[in-house]
């Protein structure tokens, strides 16, 4: 009984280690019999799925040394390829006849510095600096028929007076006639007719690739060294349409691995039609498939460059059975003209390869459509800015006049404020039940004046979205300004221009240039929201009334990297706003800060007699 209440029972002793390695056994036995065959089968299936999905989605060839040779010059990659080439309304180049790769591309109306010395290059050959290639191949399986390694014949060495070329490839029984045309525009149409010449069913599927080589840093820059330093003001990398949802992922996610978004192990699908491609701020390089049979895409991103591969719908052909397939490669500008042009040729969501934003999306796209039919009228987007500020600030005129009549009232309430702020300093409640009462009795509302700003401030944001990222501002002058989307090309520190210094350089100067690279439109800005608030009662609180004295002076710096025509929108706002505030004030009886600095030059003095 003792051992009892002291211990374990031996007996109970040894059943609990009995059970304990009964236990044990059951677990491994039923990881080892059940769980690991489980796991094991699973295994399998995924690999079999995998490999099932490889083979009906297979990867264009991977470049390898035969295709990435070491890096030459643009000149020396052309002439060591055989080429066709073409000279068409917009777009200049040439297309490799291995591989049938668009390879070659500059834009005639489009250049790389403002002073339009340079046609810009878009595309590249991929054993050049910053590689940048897009075409149309056919695959069987896995196997490549009509590939990166193969080479087309073609019966002329540039295009024909119908911007078109003719290119042959036979391989594998399999004989393919291809022409590829270019339209008035950016849109590069691969139209396909395959013979099957064996005693066998093919069934082909047509892959389509757009490559850009080297770091995406560096094949930004070298297509565009302005617009890459402007990363953060529109979207830059995959971008795309899957059954007219749109779809984007910038090129920092791409190359570390992140692809489509809501693909499924790295593959997304669509079922009707849509198109994918790489987009910097202006230019795109495109894959649009036949529309209506869907397709498949992924992006690849190995060490050696960035790789988006679109699959569309494949084509079995019967021995000596023929068929046509058209697909389509756009390398150009995103202009707003062309690419809605497309997307109403039934290109889905092509017109939103522009990037509108998401917030404001319907008031920036809808900025630009103004803007544009303002330019239509006037010939000029310079112009065009300044009637748009007309344009929006007619519809607010009476509320503007009821919002400077307020701050006429707030202006004539200063001094009894400034009373009742001495006769009640030592009681801040008593003070502000006092200024309120004020208020009341002279029906004086001191936010009426925010309203405007508040209705405002959302036509900034989207016009500030609208100027960045739309190229019909890019190298646009307008006066002294050489081009609308870049900051001011003026500044303190080359006398606006006379002196042969750029305003860049002048700015880049450590600490100093901060200052002197202020041009003249953001000092314009800064006189003209000073006079504004001269015009505006001041804040009763001393420290208020300080920050609210800097705040010209800190917005002359803040828009002084804004682009060119934002802040030209905002001088011209600010002089109407101006004499139409000094306006209304002086109807209302009151005198202001211009009335009062005019006295004093003329020698008259307005203040008045003490009683």
């Excluded at 390695?21 to 089968?41: D, K, S």
């Excluded at 500059?106 to 910053?130: G, I």
């Excluded at 690419?339 to 017109?351: D, M």
């Amino acid at each position: 009984m003792m051992q009892q209440q002291n211990g374990m029972d031996p007996k109970d002793q040894r059943n609990f280690i009995i059970a304990m390695v009964l236990m044990v056994v059951f677990i491994f036995g039923y990881q080892a019999l059940v769980l690991g065959p489980a796991a094991e089968r699973d295994r399998e299936a995924r690999e079999a799925a995998a490999a099932e999905q490889a083979a009906e989605a297979p990867d264009v060839i991977s470049p390898d040394a035969a295709l990435v040779p070491e890096v030459v010059s643009v000149e020396e990659a052309l002439t060591g390829a055989t080429r066709v080439t073409f000279d068409a309304q917009r777009v200049d180049g040439s297309i490799n006849l291995r591989g049938a790769v668009i390879d070659d591309l500059n834009l005639k109306d489009h250049y790389k510095t403002v002073e339009r010395t340079e046609e810009l290059r878009l595309l590249r050959p991929a054993n050049a600096p910053s590689g940048y290639t897009v075409g149309w191949n056919w695959f069987e399986g896995r196997n490549a028929i009509a590939g990166y390694t193969d080479t087309w014949t073609a019966t002329e060495e540039a295009f024909g007076g119908d911007n078109a070329t003719s290119l042959v490839l036979e391989k594998d029984g399999l004989r393919f006639q291809r022409t590829i045309s270019v339209d008035e525009n950016y849109m590069f149409s691969y139209t396909d007719t395959i013979t099957n010449t064996g005693s066998a069913d093919r069934t082909l599927i047509p892959i389509g690739s757009v490559r850009r080589y080297g770091p995406w840093k560096e094949f930004l820059e070298a297509t565009d060294p302005g617009s890459s330093r402007k990363m953060g003001l529109a979207h830059q990398g995959l971008i795309g349409s899957f059954d007219s949802a749109l779809t984007w992922r910038n090129y920092k996610n791409l190359k570390s691995g992140k692809g489509i978004k809501k693909a499924e192990d790295g593959i997304r699908s669509s079922e009707t039609g849509g198109w994918l491609g790489l987009t910097d701020m202006y230019w795109m390089a495109a894959l649009i498939p036949q529309q209506g049979d869907g397709f498949r895409a992924r992006v690849r991103s190995p060490e050696t460059h960035l790789e988006v591969v679109l699959q569309s719908a494949p084509v079995t052909l019967a021995p000596g059975q023929s068929q046509t397939v058209t697909n389509q490669v756009f390398a150009g500008a995103k202009e707003y003209d062309v690419v809605n042009a497309y997307q109403e040729a039934g290109i889905p969501r092509f017109g939103d390869s522009i990037d509108w934003g998401n917030i404001l999306y319907y008031l920036t796209k809808g900025l630009f459509w103004v803007l544009d039919w303002l330019n239509g009228i006037v010939g000029s987007f310079g112009w065009a800015l300044i009637a748009l500020v007309v344009l929006v600030k007619l519809p607010l005129v009476p509320l503007y006049n009821q919002s400077y009549k307020s701050m006429a009232k707030m202006k004539k309430l200063a001094e009894p404020m400034k009373e009742i702020q001495e006769r009640f300093k030592g009681d801040p409640q008593r003070r502000q039940q006092e200024v309120m009462k004020l208020y009341q009795r002279e029906k004086a509302n001191p936010l009426a004046g925010c309203v405007p700003i508040l209705l405002t401030i959302p036509i900034f944001f989207a016009l500030y979205k609208t100027l960045y990222v739309t190229i019909e501002m890019r190298h646009t002058p307008f006066w002294f300004i050489n081009d609308l989307s870049a900051p001011d090309p003026t500044a303190i520190g080359n006398l606006f221009g006379l002196l042969p210094w750029a305003a860049a350089d002048v700015k880049a100067i450590p600490i100093l240039g901060f200052i002197i690279g202020i041009g003249i439109l953001p000092i314009l800005y800064g006189v003209t929201m000073a006079g504004i608030q001269a015009l505006s009662p001041p804040p009763p609180d001393p420290t208020q009334r300080t920050i609210m004295m800097a705040l010209p002076f800190v917005f002359m710096f803040v828009f002084g990297g804004f682009a060119a025509g934002l802040v030209l929108y905002w001088v011209w706002s600010n002089i109407l706003s101006l004499i139409q505030q000094y306006y209304i004030m002086r109807r209302n009886g009151v005198e202001t800060e211009l009335d009062k600095l005019v006295g004093r030059l003329l020698g008259r003095s307005s203040d008045k007699p003490a009683e």
